[in-house]
C-alpha cells in the first residue's frame, strides 16, 4: 500500500511510523559514539550500560526485576528478537498459538522454525478473546503461546481477566509466553499497560520483548531488547548469534541515555496520541465508519462495510480510497492467518502530525459523502 501511495502521492495513513522523532540528546549521542569510541563488534548480549538501562527500567516500570549479565539481551529490532525465539524455543511439531489477527512476522518466523501455528481468533467487533476458543486451543504440544499486548494491528490492550486466563493455561499446560510489548508506553486515556509476566507463575515462562524504536520514535535504529529467566534466553541467544551477533554499539549508547535520562519522552506519547486518536475518531464516526475501541499502540481500526461496493473487499476498498480520495489506509485482512477472515476492517496510523489526519479527513469527507 506504501508504494501504491507514493504512485498515487496520498495521504499515507497506512504504514505505522510517527512523523515526530525522538530526543535530539539521542542522536546527538549517537553521531558522538561513532568518533569517541571504537566501531568493533560490541558483545553478543549488548554493551552492559544498555543491558543495566534494560533491567532498570524493567523495574522501574513494571516491578520485574533482571539480571542484566543473565536476563537481558539486545537485539537488532524486537522483530529479531521474535525470530530468535522462534528458532531458540520451537522443534519441529511443536505448536504456537498466535493471536489472530497478528503481526505478520510471528507467522513466517513460526513456520520457518518448524513450529505448527494455531491460530486464535478475537472477535472481531472488540479484538477481545473468545475465553472457550483460547482453553480450547492449549493442548499437548502446545509449546508457547505468543501475546501481543498492547495489540497491533488493532490496538486493543487485553484485560486482566484475559491475562489471567493466559496465564493459568500457561501454567497448566507447561506453555511459555513470549510477550510482544513494543507498544508498552503507548497506552491511550490513562490506560496502564501491565505486562504478562507479572502475574503470578509467569516470571520463570515468559520473554518480554521491548522496543527503542517504539519507545523513542526511532524506528529506523533497529535497537530492541528481551528480558526473561536465564534458561529460556540460553537457546534464544544461540539463535540471536548466528542471526545478526549484536547490534551498533553507537545506537545502543544512545538507547541506554534514553531510557536513563529521557523518560520524560515516552511517558507522554501516551497523551499525545490519545489526543490524535481523538482527532480522526469522532469524525469518522460521523462519516459513517464503525470505530472499534482501542486502548493502546498508534492504530484504529474501523469497519468500513457502510462505503464497500458490492462484492469488495477491504483491500479493494483502500485500493480505490488510495487512487480516487487520495487516502491510504491498510486492509486488515492481510493480519489474519485462519481463512476467511473479515473483508470489511481497515487500518488507520495516527502517529502522524495533525495537519495530514486533518486533511486525510478533509478527503474522506469529500471523497465519500459526494
Known amino acids: 500500500m506504501s508504494k501504491l501511495s507514493a504512485k498515487h502521492n496520498s495521504v499515507n495513513l497506512g504504514q505505522g511510523f510517527p512523523d515526530e522523532e525522538g530526543p535530539e540528546t539521542m542522536k546527538v549521542i549517537a553521531g558522538k559514539s561513532l568518533m569517541d569510541f571504537h566501531n568493533q563488534y560490541p558483545p553478543m548480549l549488548g554493551l552492559p550500560e544498555l543491558r543495566e538501562a534494560v533491567a532498570a527500567h524493567s523495574l522501574a516500570n513494571q516491578g ?86 498492547p495489540h497491533n494491528p488493532s490496538g486493543k490492550v487485553f484485560s486482566h481477566e484475559e491475562m489471567q486466563a493466559i496465564a493459568r493455561l500457561c501454567i497448566q499446560h507447561d506453555v511459555i509466553a513470549v510477550c510482544d ?22 516470571a520463570e515462562r515468559s520473554i518480554r520483548l521491548g522496543s ?21 534466553l540460553a537457546p ?15 545506537l545502543q549508547r544512545a538507547v541506554a541515555h534514553g ?29 459513517g465508519f464503525n470505530v472499534l475501541p482501542g486502548e493502546g499502540a498508534y492504530f484504529l481500526v474501523a469497519d468500513a462495510s457502510k462505503f464497500l461496493r458490492p462484492t469488495e473487499t477491504d483491500v479493494d476498498f483502500c485500493q480505490r480510497l488510495t487512487i480516487e480520495a487520495g487516502v491510504t489506509l491498510i486492509p486488515i485482512s492481510g493480519f489474519y492467518v485462519s481463512p476467511d477472515p473479515p473483508k470489511q476492517l481497515v487500518r488507520f496510523a495516527f502517529c502522524k502530525d495533525d495537519s495530514k489526519l486533518n486533511t486525510a479527513l478533509d478527503k474522506l469527507r469529500a471523497y465519500l459523502l459526494q
Open 181 to 202: 510489548e513494543v507498544y508498552e508506553h503507548l497506552t491511550l486515556n490513562g490506560t496502564k499497560h501491565v505486562s504478562l509476566r507479572t502475574l503470578p507463575g509467569m
Open 259 to 287: 531510557l536513563n535520562s529521557e523518560a520524560n519522552f515516552y511517558r507522554q506519547l501516551g497523551e499525545q496520541l490519545s489526543k490524535k486518536r481523538a482527532l480522526l475518531e469522532q469524525p469518522l464516526r460521523d462519516m
Open 64 to 149: 520485574i526485576a533482571c539480571d542484566p549479565a543473565s536476563e537481558v539481551v539486545i537485539t537488532s529490532g524486537a522483530t529479531e528478537g521474535i525470530a530468535a525465539c522462534m528458532l531458540g524455543l520451537l522443534n519441529p511439531g511443536d505448536e504456537v498459538i498466535i493471536l489472530d489477527p497478528c503481526y505478520d512476522s510471528y507467522v513466517g518466523m513460526a513456520h520457518r522454525a518448524g513450529g505448527v501455528v494455531k491460530p486464535l481468533r478475537l472477535r472481531s467487533d472488540d479484538m477481545s478473546i473468545p475465553l472457550a476458543d483460547l482453553e480450547k486451543a492449549f493442548g499437548p504440544k502446545t509449546k508457547l503461546i505468543m501475546f501481543n499486548s
Open 212 to 232: 527503542a524504536g517504539k519507545t523513542f520514535s526511532f524506528t529506523a535504529w533497529k535497537v530492541g531488547w528481551m528480558t526473561g529467566p536465564s534458561h529460556l
Open 236 to 250: 534464544i541467544i544461540k539463535a540471536h548469534q548466528f542471526l545478526v551477533f549484536t547490534v551498533p554499539s553507537n
